[in-house]
Structure formats: C-alpha cells, structure tokens
C-alpha cells in the first residue's frame, strides 16, 4: 500500500509539470493577439504609421461651430490598402466627410468607413487604397457670447514624423490667440487670415490639445461675412469700364424711347377715335354750317342748305 502511494504521488508531479508546460507554450502563442487589442483607456493599436499629418481649424466658417480637417499621409513604405482606425469627438456626431485621394491635392474620393461610440470618442475603422486620405467633422462650438473658447484635442491614435497645425482666424473676430503658439501667419485667398506651425515628430498615444480664444460680436459665419455684395449703383464707373450699371443706363435709355413712341401711339388712336365718334353722333353732336348754321348730319360733307364745304 505504502509503495502503491509513493508512485501515485510520482505520477501527479509529472502531471503538474506538463500542465504547466502547457499553460506556458498557451500564453506565448496568445501573447501577440492580446498585444493587437485595445488597451483598456480604448485607444487603437496596429495602426500605419504616418509621413506626415495636417491638423486644420476652421471656427464659425460655414456654420456656427468649428470645423476640424484631418490630412494624413501614409508612410511610403505602407502596405495598401491600410487598415486606420482613428478616433474623433462623440459631440461632433460623426464625420461629414472621408475620403481618399492617389496624390497629395488629388481629386477626393469617397471611402467607406465603420463607427463605434465608446468613451466619448467616435472610433471610425476604414481601409485607404492610397496614401492620402481625408477626414472632416464639425464640433460644437459656443457662439451665445462674444467672448469664445474651443479646444480640439488630438488623440495620438497613429504616430506621425511630422505634424503640422493650421488655423483659421474667423471674420470679424479680434483679441485671437492659439496654443500651441503658432508662429506662421498668412492670408489666404479668401481674404482670411491663417496660422500654423510645425510641431515635428509625434509618438503614437500620445495627446495634442489645441485651444483657441477669440472675441466676436458678429453673429453671421465667416462664409456669410465674406459673401460678395450687390454692387454700388450710385458709384460712376470709370472710363471705358462695361459694368452692370452702364448696361441699366442702355436698358433705361431703350425704355423710354418705346414709351415715348407708345404714348405717340396712343394719341393718335384716341384722335382718330374722337373723329370718327364725333361724324357718327348725330347733328347736334357734329355742330353746324359756319357759313349758315344749318345743323349737319351725320356724314355730311357740304351745308344741305347753303352747299358750303363742311370742316
């Protein structure tokens, strides 16, 4: 019995040592897709890394909110067509456009995306075919006093060899001011003016907010400020210029001379209509001889009494 027990208690040894040779060679083959999942703070891992990416903010242009571009460029060494996930505000309510193109400026091209609501963040997974593709959203942006704040905050979801920041100063605002400080101001051909910096390299996971202040008294967006006007009628053109209220002169000029000759017109109808009411109205209506004063009749040409000539 004593022997039976010794090689019993041999035997379940060996047993544990396989279990845990097992368990161990497990883990290792599981390792790498628990390394391919999502950390618990949501933020996505495996994504292509980026030559370059543009970060564009465009406050109260065309609505009354800010409109945030992304530009990213693929590496050169990417594998097409990449698989992205990327995050963005929940309170945007989602993208207003996605698209890709096959050169930098090229043509934008529509691109089919997937999205997911999870703390806070709307995670959008697409698949580019190129190297270049093209994300816009608009965020809430409060416009209920002339004192203004908005902050966009990149979430590091790719790494990125170079980041640039380009924002847009809005219409009729004033006492602007960014950060991270942006150096480069320019005026764009909208007659807006634009700053922006190079902010270098960017690991992955790594956060960039960017927070803009401005005072703004005006209502209307940018794109209702800049809206062209309804030329100056009152202005003289210059010398030689053809413009639209020298075409209105021409148009004037016309419309008098066919009212001119309408009125002409009508008198002469009306004459003639008087004429001809007055040989049919009878004798007391038509008068009488001057020579006489015989009453005429109606269609008579010469006095019936005396043979004077009738005017």
Known sequence: MQHTIKRTGAGGARAA??????????????????????SGRGAPLRNPHLASMQIEIWPEFYRPA??????????????????????IAASSGGPSALAYSAT????????????NVANGFITLRFKVPERFFHVEFYDPLATGTPERSYTYV????????????V??????????????????TASGQD????????????????????????????ARTSADILRPQAPDMTKKPAS??????????????????????????????????WRGRARTAGPEAGGGCTKCGTPRAAGDRFCSKCGARLK
């Not at 930098?104 to 999205?115: C, D, I, V």
């Not at 634009?194 to 008294?217: D, F, H, M």
């Open 17 to 38: 040592l396989l279990s845990c040779l097992l368990m161990a060679v497990l883990a290792l083959m599981l390792l790498p897709a628990f390394a391919a999942g999502p």
């Open 167 to 184: 924002v847009q100063e809005p219409a009729a605002a004033s006492n602007f001011s960014v950060q991270p400080n942006l150096d480069a």
């Open 191 to 218: 007659g807006l003016r634009y700053r922006s910096a190079e902010l270098g390299a960017q690991v992955a996971g790594k956060q960039l907010p960017i927070k803009l202040r401005y005072t703004k008294s005006d």
């Open 104 to 115: 930098a400026g090229g043509n934008l091209l529509n691109l089919e995306h997937e999205q």
């Open 66 to 87: 800010a409109l945030v571009i992304l530009r990213g460029v693929l590496a050169a060494d990417a594998k097409l067509p990449a698989d992205v996930t990327l995050r």
């Open 154 to 165: 990149w979430p590091g979801d790719m790494a990125v060899n170079q980041l640039r920041v």
């Open 240 to 273: 030689g210029a053809v413009t639209a209220g020298a075409s209105d002169e021409v148009t004037k000029g016309v419309l008098i001379f066919i009212l001119t000759v309408s009125l002409l017109i009508g008198i002469g109808t009306a004459v003639m209509w």
